[in-house]
Each structure stands twice: as structure tokens, then as C-alpha cells.
């Protein structure tokens, strides 16, 4: 569980980045849009586009990672990670 | 008379002459000069086509000189120096020669004008390469480079069978735009494919990049698969199928991205998830969009190396890539943290960052060509890269829960190298005329304008909004170690189980056949030897004067039957 302070950071973040995504999707009533298809014609589509495709692609990963995810040895490579730990060949940096 | 010295010699000199040279400044200047030389070299190439080798009755031709050719050999060119200097204080003569002839066997192959010379130095890459991966020492990277080396082999060999192929076909080697109708040109297809990261073909690449060593990867990151690209641009141009097969590379690795804990394997699949844009638009076919590859190729580049160049710093100084194990790291890393940011700004398409002025290009001319649901693929991978690199990696890696980690800042060689690396993004960022001014094609394009500016700003901001909201609902994926099964669980968990299965159960079913044919076999051979043997009725001895009996017995019946 994430502790208080990191709980208000994260509010924090999320009003402003709310406050800032409604001042864009109100800019869509101040300029001419250049566009080639009719859908980017939409009031604010490019919000609600973005919005929409990164929830859907979070909560589909969100729901897949239990069934991907195995345990780190599951290549039958207990204690030889697949490639996240430091090893000899890096060290002569 | 064309003069030229092929770019590629200072690449394979310096390779041959940088384990002569004392340890130290000395090797790693040379493997900055190699490169950096290489690029003047290029620069001074005129247009053109050097005549080539004769062999076995065709031309070979080794320089061949176009924008196409000139715009990735120079980036390799660049790139390559700018990941030699994040290696200045690598002490390997294995890794830095062998990084040298890798980058010089790129620029070979993007200035080959033929299949075969294009497959001299399309093995090179993968031969060259492997080094980075089994200089790491370990055992994994000796199964993974095994792994890696086979692919990459399999790749070069369907390349020369392709090749034969249309020299039967059309009588010609020449490495020209070719249409998918005849085996010869699927195979070619195929063989870049692999190369390219096409969907299913794609596994060697985050399987293997994690696995180098932390220069390592950087330099894999350049060459390869951008390689293939320009193969794809010269060789398949408005391929229709490449449509679908880039939306699709630019889709499905970002859910293994926003999976996966090992930072440098969620950049090998937002890597892949790049090539889709470029991919999309050798696909799309038009002057404007290949040139939009070609651009994207490079931003491409800078900013994958930037964020490869920052995660392999942390692999360096915390011990560790996994975002389940860091966090907080800009305490201790504050000017790696921030040289990160500009990759990501880059990455998402952030307007005065190289993606903005190159991603453009492709998604635009997706529009204007009316390819509606390939350009919403597109534009969803777009906000998707806000998710998997740009906000996953810094958040994880530098901004997140402190993990304790207490160390130091990156090595200064690696912190130039990043700073210039940014500091070019940054550049074609803002002057984006610089860039566009080397592409294949004149590029009347702008992408500073009001409408552009704010729809990207509204998909950029939304989708971090997207980000926000679920880690606040807890239904972001939360990193956790462990290995994410992809289409590599096939051949790295099925197969072996199944050929297991199949040994087990062919050796108990030969084990069966060979008593059961045992048992009639020593049936046989007892009964001839009951029979036969030297106890047997057959071979039974008969004593001489019952011989001599019958023998008369038998005269006395002849005799009887006469007479009668």
C-alpha cells in the first residue's frame, strides 16, 4: 500500500493533470482543426481518443499480467536471471 | 570518374587495430574516431553507383550511393560514435571491436546495391553482434546469444535463397523495389522480416537485447532492426501488407511493455512498437511517408539509445534493470534522471522533441491516404508509448518509492554521451528543417502549427490522465520480478516439453516393438535350433549300418517294382 504522503502526491498530480487536460479540451473551441478524416473533426477528439486507447491498453495489461507473469526461474535459470542483475561483462564499464 | 573511399574501412581498420592498441584512452578514442570518420567518408561520397566486383557472371556493388542509403548510413554513422563514447571507459577489446565491425557492417549493408553484398553484410550484423551478448559473462547470455545468433543466421540464409531465387527469376542481383509475386521476393520478404520484428518473428529481440551487456544493448538497439527498415523501404515500398503488419508490431509489444519488470525488455518492446510506425510507412508507399520512415528511423534511434544509454546506467550503478526492485533513484542519479525525461519527451512525440517532428510524417500521410483504421492503430500506440516508456521508465526507475538505493551518478563518459544524444533530440526537435533536409525526399512539411500543437498536447495529457487514474484505482499493472510468457514460450517451454514427450514416448514405444520382435526372434531361432542344432532331429548322426539297411531295403523295393 502506498503511504500517505505519495497518496496525496498522487491526488496532486492526478487534479493537475485533470485541470490541464480540460483547459486543452476546451482549446479544441479556439482554433481551426487541420484535418483528413472526418472523426478528427470531433470536439476534443484527440483528448478522448488518448484517454480512452491508454485505458483500454492499461486495463488490458492490468488483466493479462497474472496470466503472463511466472516466476523468475521459470526458463529453468535459477539463479541466472534473465538479463535484469548486474553481471561480470557490465562491470567493465 | 566516380572517387570514393567506401565508408565501411575505417569501421573494420579500427576494428583490426583496436586490440593493438594500449588499453585505455588510446581504444576508446579509436572507437570514436572509427565512426566519426566513417560519416566524413559518407559525407563526401558524391551520387552515384561505384562499379562493382565480378562475380560468377553478375556485378557486385558495394557503394551505392542515394538519400536513402545516405540518411541511414549517416545516423548509424552518429549513432554509433555517441554509443562508443558512452563506452569510453569500457575495457573490452572483444566488445569495442566487435561493436565496430557490427556498426560497420550496417553501413555496409544500407550502401550494398545488390542481394549479395547486402548478405555479405547482413551476416556481418549478426555475427559481429553476438559479441555484445556473450561478452556479459554469463550463462543466460550464452543460451540467449545462441538464440540470437541462430535467428539472425536463419535470416541471412533465407536472404541468399531469396537471392538465387530471383537471379533465376529476372537474371539480375540488383537490390531494387521488387513486388510480392514471386517465392524469390516473399522469401527476401521474409528474411528482412525476421530482421524487422515483424509479429511472431519478433522474439530474438527482447530476449536478446536485455541479455547484453549494458553497452551492449545500447549498440543493439541502433543497428538491426533499423537495418531492416531501410531494406523494407528499398526493397517493398507500398507492399500493402506492411499496412497491417506495422500497425500490428505498433500495438501488440505495449502490452508486454506495461507488463514486463525488466526495464531494458520494456524498451526492447517499445522499440518494436516504434518499427510499427516505420513500417507503416514503407507501407503506405508514398515519397512523403517512406521519408517519415526514414525520419522516424532516426529519431528513433537518438531516443531509444538516450533511454537505453539512461537504464543501462542504472543497471551499472544499482546492480539491477527491474522497476520492481527501483525507484528513487533521482536522488542519487538526478542528471541521468533528467537526460531520461528528454527521451521520453521524445518517445511520446512532445512538441520541440524529435518524435513530434518525425511521427508526424507517418501518421499524417496515414490520414491523407484514408487508411482510418491503420492510422487509429497508430495513434493509439502513440498515446500507448505515453504509458509503456515515457511515464513507466522514469516513474519507475527514478521517481517512484524510494528503494534505498544510495550511489553514484552515471560515469561523466556516459553523461556526455547521453547529453548529446539528448541534445539531438532537442535539435531536430526545434529545427526539424535539419532533419528534413537529408530525407529521401523533398519534405514540404510543418509541423509547428497551432492545430498540431494542441491535438498532440490533448492526446499527450490525456493519456498521462489515463496513467494517473488507473495507478490511483490500482489497476495499472504493478511491477513485479519474474518473466512475462510472449511467443518465445513456444519455442523455449513447449517445444523442448513436447520433443521430451515425444523422446520418452518413442524410446518406450521402440523399447516395446524391440522385446516384442525380440521374443518372436528368439522363437524362431529356438525352434531352427531345435530342428537344426547339433541336438536337433535334422542334424541328428545315423549310424553306417543302418544306412546300408535301408540303402538295401531301398534297392530290393526299385527291384520288386521292375520286375513286376
Redesign the interface.
Known amino acids: 500500500m ?1 503511504d500517505a504522503p ?1 497518496t496525496g502526491r ?2 496532486r ?2 487534479i493537475g ?2 485541470v ?2 480540460a483547459v ?2 476546451a ?2 473551441a479556439f ?7 472526418s ?2 473533426d470531433w470536439f ?8 480512452a ?10 488483466a ?2 497474472p496470466l ?5 526461474d ?2 529453468d ?1 535459477a539463479g ?14 | 570518374m566516380f572517387e570514393a573511399i567506401h565508408p565501411v574501412w575505417p569501421f573494420l581498420i579500427g576494428a583490426l587495430l583496436l586490440p593493438l592498441l594500449p588499453r585505455g584512452v588510446p581504444r576508446a578514442a579509436l572507437a570514436v574516431l572509427a565512426p566519426v570518420l566513417g560519416a566524413a567518408l559518407l559525407w563526401a561520397l558524391p551520387v552515384g553507383t561505384v562499379p562493382g566486383i565480378p562475380f560468377l557472371g553478375q556485378e557486385l556493388t558495394f557503394l551505392r550511393v542515394d538519400r536513402l542509403a545516405v540518411i541511414f548510413a549517416l545516423i548509424f554513422c552518429v549513432a554509433g560514435a555517441l554509443a562508443m563514447v558512452f563506452a569510453w571507459e569500457l575495457d573490452d577489446a572483444l566488445q569495442q571491436s566487435a561493436a565496430l565491425l557490427y556498426a560497420g557492417s550496417a553501413v555496409g549493408a544500407v550502401l550494398a546495391g545488390d542481394l549479395v553484398a547486402l548478405f555479405i553484410f547482413w551476416e556481418g550484423t549478426a555475427i559481429a553482434s553476438v559479441f555484445l551478448v556473450w561478452a556479459r559473462g554469463t550463462e543466460t547470455a550464452y543460451r540467449v546469444g545462441m538464440r540470437y545468433l541462430i535467428v539472425q543466421i536463419t535470416s541471412g540464409v533465407i536472404l541468399l535463397a531469396g537471392a538465387a531465387l530471383y537471379l533465376a527469376d529476372t537474371g539480375s542481383l540488383a537490390f531494387e523495389a521488387m513486388t510480392l509475386d514471386t517465392p524469390a521476393t516473399w522469401l527476401i520478404f521474409l528474411a528482412i522480416g525476421i530482421k524487422c520484428s515483424f509479429p511472431l518473428l519478433n522474439m530474438w529481440l527482447p530476449d536478446t537485447y536485455p541479455a547484453a551487456t549494458v553497452t551492449g544493448a545500447v549498440i543493439l538497439s541502433i543497428f538491426t532492426t533499423k537495418l531492416a527498415v531501410y531494406a523494407l523501404a528499398r526493397g517493398f515500398p507500398g507492399a500493402d501488407v506492411l499496412l497491417w503488419v506495422g500497425a500490428a508490431m505498433a500495438v501488440l509489444p505495449i502490452f508486454h511493455a506495461l507488463i514486463e519488470d525488466d526495464l531494458r525488455r520494456v524498451l526492447s518492446y517499445s522499440l518494436i512498437s516504434q518499427l510499427g510506425f516505420m513500417v507503416v510507412g514503407v507501407g503506405i508507399g508514398t515519397e512523403l511517408s517512406i521519408s517519415g520512415s526514414a525520419a522516424h528511423a532516426v529519431s528513433g534511434i537518438l531516443y531509444k539509445s538516450l533511454l537505453f544509454m539512461a537504464v543501462g546506467a542504472v543497471l551499472l550503478r544499482a546492480g539491477t534493470a527491474r522497476a520492481s526492485d527501483l525507484g528513487g533513484l533521482v536522488r542519487s542519479m538526478p542528471v541521468t534522471a533528467g537526460l531520461s525525461l528528454i527521451g521520453a519527451a521524445s518517445i511520446s512525440a512532445v512538441p520541440l522533441f524529435t518524435g513530434f517532428v518525425s511521427k508526424s510524417l507517418i501518421l499524417g500521410e496515414a490520414g491523407h491516404e484514408g487508411h482510418a483504421i491503420v492510422w487509429a492503430m497508430l495513434l493509439a500506440a502513440s498515446a500507448g508509448a505515453v504509458l509503456h516508456t515515457a511515464i513507466k521508465v522514469p516513474f519507475f526507475a527514478f521517481f517512484g518509492a524510494d528503494r534505498g538505493h544510495r550511489v553514484a551518478e552515471a560515469p561523466r563518459p556516459m553523461v556526455v554521451a547521453m547529453a548529446l544524444t539528448g541534445g539531438l533530440c532537442v535539435l531536430i526537435g526545434c529545427f526539424p528543417g535539419i532533419l528534413y533536409g537529408l530525407l529521401p525526399s523533398e519534405v514540404d512539411y510543418k509541423p509547428y502549427t497551432v492545430s498540431h500543437i494542441i491535438t498532440q498536447l490533448q492526446l499527450l495529457t490525456f493519456a498521462a490522465l489515463a496513467f494517473a487514474v488507473l495507478w490511483r484505482l490500482g489497476l495499472f499493472p504493478r511491477p513485479k520480478a519474474g518473466v512475462t510468457l510472449d511467443f518465445d514460450w513456444v519455442y523455449r517451454r513447449v517445444m523442448p516439453r513436447v520433443i521430451d514427450g515425444l523422446a520418452v514416448t518413442m524410446g518406450a514405444s521402440w523399447d516395446t516393438g524391440v522385446r516384442l520382435v525380440g521374443r518372436q526372434y528368439t522363437l524362431i531361432l529356438r525352434g531352427l535350433y531345435r530342428h537344426h542344432g547339433p541336438e536337433g532331429r535334422i542334424a541328428r548322426t545315423w549310424p553306417t549300418g543302418a544306412m546300408v539297411l535301408w540303402v538295401a531295403v531301398l534297392l530290393l523295393a526299385v527291384m520288386l517294382v521292375n520286375f513286376i
Not at chain 1, 46 to 51: N, Q, T, V
Not at chain 1, 53 to 61: P, S
Not at chain 1, 68 to 72: C, G, M, W
Not at chain 1, 80 to 93: E, L, S, Y
Open positions: 502506498a505519495q498522487a491526488n498530480v492526478l493533470l485533470a490541464a487536460a486543452l479540451f482549446a479544441d482554433y481551426k482543426k487541420k484535418t483528413y478524416l472523426v478528427e476534443g477528439f484527440y483528448g478522448l481518443y488518448g484517454f486507447a491508454c485505458a483500454v491498453l492499461g486495463l488490458a495489461a492490468w493479462l499480467a503472463l507473469r511466472r516466476a523468475p521459470y526458463y535459470l541466472d536471471p534473465d538479463g535484469d542483475d548486474a553481471a561480470p561483462g557490465d562491470r567493465d564499464v
